[in-house]
Structure formats: C-alpha cells, structure tokens
C-alpha cells in the first residue's frame, strides 16, 4: 500500500510527539520536535504544492466506515492544500521559535508541551484534509482538546486555568451545533460525505437549511474569534505559551474562515436562492464589520501586549468575514461576479497576510515577555538595543498589521477595499463597511504603534529588571517572517496568485499582473479603475528618499549628542518615559463601552450536582482525611526519645521471655 | 508616466510650498496690526536650518532616517496629486494609495518622535495620531464619494470626471466637508493640536534641530498643500483651461486663497481641545455621509 505524503507527514506528526514525551531534555525535545514538524512540512509542502498548482483533489487509501457511511481518506482539495501549506510553515517557525522560548520552564516535562504540541499541528493538518463530516469533527475536537492542554500549561496559574475553561467550553457549545448539523444530514442521506452534505442541504426544507446554516456559522465563526462569539479569545490566547499563541492566532482560528468558505462559498452558492445567499452575504459582511470595529478600538485601550493583540486578532478576522460577506452577496448576481471574486480574493488574501504577521507579532510579544518577565506594556520600554533584530523584525510586522504600503497588509487591504468600495457602488450598505474598514485601519494603526513604541523605543524602565538577551534561534524565526511580509508585500502578484488558485478563482477576471509584481483591475462590468505597483512605487519613494537625504547633507551641518529637553527641568529616564496606559485617553473615554462585560449567569439550584461531579469534595479529600489519621496513629507509636522505644523493648522481651518459659515447661 | 507632470508637481512641492507659509505668516501679521516678517522668510528658515548644527537626543536609526523617509513619502502623494497638468504624472496608485501614503508619512513622524525620547514628543504623536483617527475617516469619504460619483478609483479619473459633467450636488456636498476639514489637515489654529508650541513645545518636532528640522518643515508644508489640491483640483477644477501652465496657474491661485483663508482663520480662533476637536469632526462626518449617500442616490 502507498502512502500519500500527507498522510506521512501526519504519521510523523505522531511519531514526533510519541518521542518528545520520552525526550528529558528541553533543548533536544524542541530540536526534535523541529525536525519532525520540518520533515512533515517538506512532506506537506509536496503534496499541498502540486495540489495547488494542479487544481486536482488529491485521494488516498481509505478506511471506510460503510456501516456509519463515512470513510477515513485523505482529500486535500486547492482550498484545503492552501490551508495546509499555511498551517505547517507557521507551524514550523513557532516550533524552531520554542526551542529556546520553552526553556524557561525547564522544571516542566518536556513532552508535556512538545508532544501537545504535535498532535495539535496533527489535528490542524487533519481538519484540513478530509472530505468527511464525521472524521472533521473528529479532528475539529482534537485540534480544540490539544490546543486546551496548550493554553493551560501553566497550570499554577489560575488565570490561565479560567481561560482554558472559557475556552473549552466556548468552542464545545459551538462544535455541538456542528455537530448537529451532521448527525441531521447523516439521518438525511446516511453518508457524512461533504458532497452528499451538499446534496441533503440542498433538499431539505426552508426552515431546516438555514437553522443548518446558522449552526455552521455559530460553529465557526466562534472558532474564527468573531464577535461576539469569539470572547474566549482575549483570554485564551495570552495565557498559552507565545510560540502556541502564534499558532492558534496565525493558523487555527483560521480554520474557522476555512469552515465558512467550505460551506458558505463551496456549497450556498449551489443551492441557495438569489435572496438566502443575499441574506447570507450580509450576515457575514455586518459580522465581520462589527467584529473589526469592536476588536480594533478594545486595543487601542488593552495594555497588556498579548491580549493586544488577541484582539487585533479578533479585528483582523473582522475583515476576513467582511470581504467573505461581500463576495457571497454578489455571487448571487451573475452581472457582478468579478466583485464576489474580488471580494473572495481578498479574504483569502488577507488569511495569508495575517496568518504571517500575526504569527510574527506574538513571537515579539513572546520575545518582551521572555527578556522582561511581564506582558505589561506600562512596565518596559527601551528595548530595541537589547534585541536590535526582534525589533526590526517588529516594526514589520507592525507595519503589515496597520496596513502601510509596502508591506503585505496593505495588500490585502488594499484588496479588501476595492471589494467593499466598487461592491458599495452597487449595493449601497456596503459602503459603510468600507468606511469602517478604513477607519478600523487607522485604529490598527495606532495600537500596533502604541505597542511598538512603547516596547521598543524611548527610555528603560526603572522597575524593569535587567532584560535578558533574545536567543538567535528566537530572532531568526521573528526575522524570517519579517522577511515574508516584505517580500509578499512587494510582489503582491505573486502570492495573489497562488491564493486564486487555492480558491478556484480566475484571476485575469479580475487583475492584470504586470512583470514586477503588481496589480491592476481590469476593466469588466463592477469593477474600478486601480492599480497598486509595489515595486515601481517604492522605487519612486527610493528616489524620493535620495533626493530628501542630498538637500539634508547640502548645508554640511556638525552632528552632536544632546540629553532630551525637559523645558529646563531635570527628570530621571524613569519619570518622563511614556506609559502604555496614557495613549488615546480622550479617544478611548469616547468609546469606553464599545466591548461589553458580561457576567457569566450562574444557576443557582445546582448545589447538589456541582458537588457530585466535585470528586475531590466526597471522595477524594475524605479519603486523604481518613487514610491520614491511620497513618498519624501509627507512625505516634514511633515518634519519642530513645528511652522510650529501650523500655518497649525491654517490656517486650519480657513477655516474650516469660512465654517462652511457660512455653518450655 | 509625464515626465512634465512629475517635475512640475515636485517643482510646487519642494519649491513654491514654503511662499505659502510665507504669505500665511504675513496676511496673519496684517491682521495682528504687525510688520511681520518678509514673505521669503519661510524660504530663509528653512536654509538656514539646514546649516545648522545636528543635535540628536537618541542615537536610534528611526530618529536618524525618520525625517527624509517622512519627506519622501509626502513627495510621493505630491507625485499622486493632480496638479493641473492634464493626465497627472500617472502614477499606478489611487485613492487608497494616496491616503496609505499620507499615513506612512505620518507614521514616520509619529514614531520619530517616540524614537526622540522626549515626553513632549510623546504627547504631541498620540495627539496626531487621535487627530489622524478622527479627521481621516471624513477625507476617505469625501474620496469616495468622489469615486463613486466618476465611477473610477483614481484621483487624475476623478478630476477629469468633474470637469466634464461639472458641478454636481453630492460633489459640491463633498467639497464643503473637505473644505471644513482643511483646517485640521493643514494642522493650523483651532486644531493645532498635535502641535501646540506654547502648550507641549512643538509636540513631535521638539527634539528636531537643523537640516532634520528643515526636512519635516518641509514635509508638513508639502502635506498642506496635497489637501490644498486635492479640493482644488478634484473638487474644483472648473473652469477648464487648456495648456496646462494656465491651468496650473488657476489651481496655484485657488491653493493661495485657500491658505489666506485657512490663515485669517488661524489668527481668529484660539486652540481647541482634542476632545471638542473630536466632537466637531464628528458631526462633520455626517456632512460626508450625507455627501456619499446623495452620490448613491446619483444626484
């Protein structure tokens, strides 16, 4: 029996984390589990790659289920092979990322992490690459259940034990609906094949397809982070270790735009009426519009660099749902098809962008949080000349987050916003999504600069201790991705087309590429007149630099180190450095209450069934109780002074003497 | 690309943007009943700051390249800007682009002055960067508006479109909101916010000396001037003139009243707060929406 790569490159998945759970060593279980994560991408890579360009589903043996009607097979479509090839390469970079970032709990076992770890990227790679309900399902809750054991390896940590739980039970409310959602099908067509899923979706009644579709959404949307489903994300995603936060903001809550282009792309289109898949669009374009509004301005006010950008993340996920939105509206209409493509291609434009960007900025987040011991942004500063390479790498990534040209945000961005301003021209709501895609751009902006500079720029902090050095291995992997965002930036073509093939999109629909990478639209019914030419302008802005640095050196001025200037006073570093928490005060007291706090509703009548399932409260600590006080009473008879146990000991050999004489006798 | 276009768009910004501040200086020192200074004063400062000595607080590259990458990035949205010369210099950029281009230009002044370690600096960025976050949505969709109306993305297509079909209510609409911002955009008196001199010293510039100093004066004046054009020459091109030195003559006179209103203004009105400066974008924004929703409707 041959294999196909990806199912090798799963084996190795499980392979790897069988062995890092035998590995003692930290440093030789992250180089391990490097190696097995890098030999599975390579693999991936192959199959992913030639799936991509050749437009084929790639099938592998199977084992069939035939009485449950479901069969185990590899089915790695141009959707899912892009997903794949972006889920093992950002894998692979938080893993190498790790290796040194995971030492710091060296008094943890090491398979703990790495072989979670593993499974983890298993279960992303398996989600992926089936074309079966029952078997999605299967590896949608491993992926979950491993990357719960990852978000709460700290497990002294009580905060991180709360967010786990939130998390936990978060995702498992939703993943019921979708699972609902199957076992209906299944009791419908008796198959868990997405394409007889397809077929039944498109039989059954009014009510009960969109009560289906509503499910799938819930399901993924809450994975995606969406608000306001998406709540557990703030939580969870700080409190994981930063190499698994770059995972599950880069990739897996990308998995939950996979599910939505799955069934509300791949399948609504075909069975939907004009006005469902109108409807449907809507939902999806106003859900990411709020998502990315309410995100965008909760971290303009957050001052802890992770959950920054866990809700950057929540944001950026906003505009992946818009564009979606856009595209699915307009693929009702046949006159305006080449705005659902545009629209399409800019939501998986920007998966791509965000998942290397994002990814990027956790490790920088990671990286603070490893030299300074703290996520509080109030409480560093300065910290560019300790890690002079993280930093660059960092004013990349920020660059990318805020969308400057010409980095590969501005790409997608600039995508998205072709989509939602020539898709307001015909459908006037839309409009408002792309003022609040600009606006939520420039919020972006300034939280990713907050974070930027209050981290890396300006003075030291007093309270800080002294920041520890960044570890190459962690600056090459920050540095790797920086290069990504440029390089894609650049030559947006490229990459754009590599995602028009995952999606399935024509692209000379839409864009003319021209040889140094750039893009314009072409002229067909919906569209506008654009272009954006990476290359040519940052050559022109080159220029510009030139000519701005000849008038600069013209005048031949001296060059002298001065102290800042207090106005004539006298400040230590510490007193006049700037603090996260002062950024955009007026700004955020305008929009104080734009993130609502809800208090989880807690039953009051479940006393009783709380303290059954609480084994440690009757049977546990009971047993303890009483199995202690059985071993205090014996171990009583043994604490004393020597004299003691001499007068026990000549008591008892007199009754043993006094027996043995009345024995003898 | 027009060659003529681009040097003659360059030649405006990086030769004829500091008359306008000398003008400015002057009509305001008419109306405080003083001398004031000549109108080539402008011109003076500027080269004689780029004799003067370099003093740096930080030794961070970003403090060091901040200033030129700043300047480039205006001249690039200068190159965007239509200017008169029929065609423009037909960059492959559009609305997007010169907004992002602004943007980038402001973010190299904002993260500069984080770089200069100066609390003052640190004041005046997050001050910029809130009046960024409140005037900016008012200009993108005064800029939509004008797209949706010419049914084209760039800004040479949007100009060209109002000159032939004329004026239309939502441009006119579009128009008086970007006219009600200019103030902000030109970062003149009551929104000098960021800015500030007697309140925060000068805000982001405070730690800037000699030729950096002249390069960001430079850069501010040549951002003054690209709002200046964009509502002259997208919102107000008529009428047209046929060789393009007349027409640049016209758009050049057009700028001037412009800044002479945006000075009488400057030397009436005392600094607002960010808060009231928020509250007045606000209900500006609404003149915007109201622009684009007339431009759906197609009036």
Same mark, same amino acid.
């Given at each position: 029996?041959?294999?196909?790569?990806?199912?090798?490159?799963f084996?190795?998945?499980?392979?790897?984390?069988?062995?890092?759970?035998f590995?003692?060593?930290?440093?030789?279980?992250?180089?391990?589990a490097?190696?097995?994560v890098?030999?599975?991408?390579i693999?991936?890579?192959?199959?992913?790659w030639?799936?991509?360009m050749?437009?084929?589903?790639?099938?592998?043996?199977?084992?069939?289920?035939?009485?449950?009607?479901?069969?185990?097979?590899?089915?790695?479509?141009?959707?899912?092979?892009?997903?794949?090839l972006?889920?093992?390469?950002?894998?692979?970079?938080a893993?190498?990322?790790?290796?040194?970032?995971?030492?710091?709990?060296?008094?943890?076992? =090491?398979?703990?992490?790495?072989?979670?770890?593993?499974?983890?990227?298993a279960g992303m790679?398996?989600?992926?690459?089936?074309?079966?309900w029952?078997?999605?399902?299967?590896?949608?809750?491993?992926?979950?259940?491993?990357?719960?054991?990852?978000?709460?390896f700290?497990?002294?940590?009580?905060?991180?034990?709360?967010?786990?739980?939130?998390?936990?039970?978060?995702?498992?409310?939703?993943?019921?609906g979708?699972?609902v959602?199957?076992?209906?099908?299944?009791?419908?067509?008796?198959?868990?094949?997405?394409?007889?899923?397809?077929?039944?979706?498109?039989?059954?009644?009014?009510?009960?397809?969109?009560?289906i579709?509503?499910?799938?959404?819930?399901?993924?949307s809450t994975?995606?982070?969406?608000?306001?489903?998406?709540?557990?994300?703030?939580?969870?995603h700080?409190?994981?270790?930063?190499?698994?936060?770059?995972?599950?903001?880069?990739?897996?809550?990308?998995?939950?735009?996979?599910?939505?282009?799955?069934?509300?792309?791949?399948?609504?289109?075909?069975?939907?009426?004009?006005?469902?898949?109108?409807v449907?669009?809507?939902?999806?374009?106003?859900?990411?519009?709020l998502?990315?509004?309410v995100?965008?301005?909760?971290?303009?006010?957050?001052?802890?660099?992770k959950?920054?950008l866990?809700?950057?993340?929540?944001?950026?996920?906003?505009?992946?749902f818009?564009?979606?939105?856009?595209?699915?509206?307009f693929?009702?209409?046949?006159?305006?098809?080449?705005?659902?493509?545009?629209?399409?291609?800019?939501a998986?434009?920007?998966?791509?962008?965000?998942?290397?960007?994002?990814?990027?900025?956790?490790?920088?987040?990671?990286?603070?949080?490893?030299?300074?011991?703290?996520?509080?942004?109030?409480?560093?500063?300065?910290?560019?000349?300790?890690?002079?390479?993280?930093?660059?790498?960092?004013?990349?990534?920020?660059?990318?987050?805020?969308?400057? =040209?010409p980095?590969?945000?501005?790409?997608?961005?600039?995508?998205?916003?072709?989509?939602?301003?020539?898709?307001g021209?015909?459908?006037?709501?839309?409009?408002?999504?792309?003022?609040?895609?600009?606006?939520?751009?420039?919020?972006?902006?300034?939280y990713?600069f907050?974070f930027?500079?209050?981290?890396?720029?300006?003075?030291?902090?007093?309270?800080?201790?002294?920041?520890?050095?960044?570890?190459?291995?962690?600056?090459?992997?920050?540095?790797?991705?920086?290069?990504?965002?440029i390089?894609?930036?650049?030559a947006?073509?490229?990459?754009?087309?590599?995602?028009?093939?995952?999606?399935?999109v024509?692209?000379?629909?839409?864009?003319?590429?021209?040889?140094?990478?750039?893009?314009?639209?072409?002229?067909t019914?919906?569209?506008?007149?654009?272009s954006?030419?990476?290359i040519?302008?940052?050559?022109?802005f080159?220029?510009?630099?030139?000519?701005?640095?000849?008038?600069?050196?013209?005048?031949?001025?001296?060059?002298?180190?001065?102290?800042?200037?207090?106005?004539?006073?006298?400040?230590?570093?510490?007193?006049?450095?700037?603090?996260?928490?002062?950024?955009?005060?007026?700004?955020?007291?305008?929009?104080?209450?734009?993130?609502?706090?809800?208090?989880?509703?807690?039953?009051?009548?479940?006393?009783?069934v709380?303290?059954?399932?609480?084994?440690?409260?009757?049977?546990?600590h009971?047993l303890v109780?009483?199995?202690?006080?059985l071993?205090?009473r014996?171990?009583?008879?043994?604490?004393?002074?020597?004299?003691?146990?001499?007068?026990?000991?000549?008591?008892g050999m007199?009754?043993?003497?006094?027996?043995?004489?009345?024995?003898?006798? | 690309?027009?060659?003529?276009?681009?040097?003659?768009?360059?030649?405006?910004?990086?030769?004829?943007a500091?008359?306008?501040?000398?003008?400015?200086?002057?009509?305001?020192?008419?109306?405080?009943?003083?001398?004031?200074?000549?109108?080539?004063?402008?011109?003076?400062?500027i080269?004689?700051?780029l004799?003067? %000595?370099?003093?740096?607080?930080?030794?961070?590259?970003?403090?060091r390249?901040a200033?030129?990458?700043?300047?480039?990035?205006?001249?690039?949205?200068?190159?965007?800007?239509?200017?008169?010369?029929?065609?423009?210099?037909?960059?492959?950029?559009?609305?997007?682009?010169?907004i992002?281009?602004?943007?980038?230009?402001?973010?190299?002044?904002?993260?500069?002055?984080?770089?200069?370690?100066?609390?003052?600096?640190?004041?005046?960025?997050?001050? %910029?960067?809130?009046?960024?976050?409140?005037?900016?949505p008012?200009?993108?969709?005064v800029?939509?508006?004008?797209?949706?109306k010419?049914g084209s993305?760039?800004?040479?297509d949007?100009?060209?479109?109002?000159?032939?079909?004329?004026?239309?209510?939502?441009?006119?609409?579009?128009g008086?909101?970007?006219?009600?911002?200019?103030q902000?955009?030109?970062?003149?008196?009551?929104f000098?916010?960021?800015?500030?001199?007697? %309140?925060?010293?000068?805000?982001?510039?405070v %730690?800037?000396?000699?030729?950096n100093?002249?390069?960001?004066?430079?850069?501010l004046?040549?951002?003054?001037?690209?709002?200046?054009?964009?509502?002259?020459?997208?919102?107000?091109p008529?009428?047209?003139l046929?060789?393009?030195?007349?027409?640049?003559?016209?758009?050049?006179?057009?700028?001037?009243i412009?800044?002479?209103?945006?000075?009488?203004?400057?030397?009436?009105?005392p600094?607002?707060?960010?808060?009231?400066?928020?509250s007045?974008?606000?209900?500006?924004?609404?003149?915007?929406?109201?622009?684009?929703?007339?431009?759906?409707?197609g009036?």
């Open positions: 029996m041959n294999y196909t790569n990806v199912e090798i490159a084996l190795l998945l499980l392979l790897g984390a069988v062995v890092s759970f590995t003692r060593n930290w440093r030789t279980a992250g180089w391990l490097t190696g097995f890098g030999l599975s991408t693999l991936a890579w192959r199959d992913g030639r799936v991509l050749g437009g084929e589903t790639l099938r592998g043996p199977a084992l069939s289920l035939l009485s449950l009607g479901s069969e185990l097979a590899v089915s790695l479509d141009p959707l899912g092979a892009g997903f794949l972006l889920i093992t390469a950002v894998s692979l970079v893993t190498a990322y790790s290796i040194e970032y995971m030492r710091q709990y060296h008094q943890e076992h =090491p398979g703990r992490f790495y072989s979670l770890l593993q499974l983890f990227i790679v398996g989600v992926v690459c089936v074309s079966d029952l078997f999605f399902l299967i590896f949608w809750e491993w992926m979950t259940l491993a990357s719960y054991f990852l978000v709460t700290e497990r002294e940590n009580p905060e991180a034990i709360r967010a786990g739980f939130k998390y936990f039970i978060m995702t498992h409310v939703a993943t019921a979708l699972l959602a199957a076992v209906v099908l299944w009791s419908a067509t008796g198959s868990f094949a997405f394409e007889s899923h397809r077929i039944g979706l498109a039989s059954s009644s009014g009510v009960l397809k969109h009560l579709l509503a499910l799938y959404l819930l399901a993924f994975k995606a982070g969406i608000f306001p489903v998406g709540d557990w994300l703030p939580d969870a700080p409190a994981a270790p930063s190499g698994v936060s770059a995972i599950l903001s880069g990739v897996m809550i990308k998995l939950g735009a996979y599910g939505v282009l799955r069934v509300f792309w791949g399948i609504l289109p075909n069975i939907g009426t004009r006005k469902e898949i109108i449907w669009g809507i939902i999806i374009a106003s859900l990411g519009a998502s990315a509004f995100g965008g301005l909760t971290a303009m006010k957050e001052n802890d660099s959950r920054l866990a809700f950057s993340s929540i944001s950026q996920t906003g505009y992946i818009l564009s979606l939105g856009i595209g699915i509206t693929a009702a209409s046949s006159d305006f098809f080449a705005l659902a493509l545009l629209g399409l291609l800019g998986g434009f920007h998966i791509l962008n965000d998942a290397i960007f994002k990814s990027l900025l956790f490790m920088s987040a990671g990286s603070i949080l490893y030299s300074t011991g703290t996520r509080d942004l109030n409480r560093v500063g300065g910290l560019s000349s300790v890690m002079p390479i993280a930093a660059a790498a960092a004013l990349v990534g920020v660059f990318s987050l805020s969308g400057l =040209p980095t590969n945000g501005f790409a997608s961005k600039w995508v998205i916003y072709q989509a939602s301003i020539a898709g021209q015909q459908f006037a709501p839309f409009i408002l999504v792309a003022l609040v895609a600009f606006f939520v751009s420039l919020s972006t902006f300034a990713s907050k930027y500079t209050v981290a890396f720029l300006g003075n030291r902090a007093a309270s800080q201790t002294e920041p520890r050095p960044l570890p190459l291995m962690m600056s090459l992997a920050q540095l790797v991705l920086a290069f990504a965002c390089a894609i930036g650049l947006p073509s490229w990459a754009i087309r590599l995602i028009s093939s995952m999606l399935g024509p692209l000379s629909q839409i864009f003319q590429t021209n040889s140094v990478g750039g893009l314009a639209a072409v002229s019914k919906g569209l506008m007149p654009s954006w030419s990476p040519a302008l940052s050559a022109i080159l220029a510009c630099f030139l000519i701005a640095e000849i008038i600069r050196r013209s005048g031949h001025a001296r060059t002298r180190m001065v102290p800042a200037w207090y106005c004539g006073e006298e400040h230590s570093d510490d007193e006049v450095r700037s603090r996260a928490h002062g950024f955009y005060l007026p700004f955020n007291e305008a929009f104080a209450k734009v993130y609502p706090r809800w208090i989880a509703f807690r039953p009051p009548r479940l006393k009783g709380q303290f059954l399932l609480d084994f440690d409260a009757w049977l546990y009971p109780r009483e199995g202690g006080k071993v205090d014996v171990s009583r008879s043994h604490v004393g002074i020597p004299q003691l146990y001499i007068m026990w000991q000549v008591a007199i009754v043993v003497l006094v027996l043995l004489f009345l024995m003898v006798r | 690309m027009s060659v003529t276009a681009a040097v003659v768009n360059l030649a405006i910004a990086l030769l004829l500091p008359a306008f501040e000398g003008a400015t200086r002057k009509i305001k020192a008419i109306i405080h009943s003083r001398k004031g200074p000549p109108v080539t004063q402008a011109y003076i400062d080269l004689k700051l004799a003067k %000595e370099d003093l740096r607080s930080s030794s961070s590259l970003i403090f390249f200033p030129s990458a700043a300047l480039a990035s205006f001249m690039v949205v200068a190159l965007m800007t239509p200017m008169g010369v029929k065609g423009g210099v037909g960059l492959p950029g559009d609305l997007v682009t010169w992002y281009f602004l943007t980038l230009g402001a973010a190299m002044i904002m993260i500069m002055a984080m770089a200069s370690k100066n609390p003052f600096a640190g004041a005046g960025a997050g001050r %910029e960067m809130m009046m960024l976050l409140s005037v900016e008012i200009v993108i969709a800029l939509i508006t004008s797209a949706i010419s993305m760039r800004l040479t949007m100009a060209s479109w109002n000159l032939a079909h004329g004026p239309s209510f939502s441009m006119i609409c579009a008086i909101a970007l006219l009600l911002v200019l902000a955009t030109l970062g003149r008196l009551p000098d916010i960021a800015e500030a001199e007697n %309140e925060i010293v000068g805000g982001a510039l %730690e800037q000396s000699g030729p100093l002249a390069l960001l004066k430079m850069a004046l040549i951002r003054q001037l690209v709002y200046s054009f964009l509502l002259v020459s997208v919102f107000a008529w009428p047209p046929s060789p393009w030195p007349l027409a640049t003559l016209a758009a050049l006179v057009k700028v001037l412009l800044f002479v209103l945006a000075a009488v203004i400057e030397a009436l009105s600094r607002l707060r960010i808060d009231q400066a928020m007045y974008m606000g209900k500006l924004l609404f003149v915007a929406l109201a622009a684009l929703a007339f431009a759906m409707i009036v």
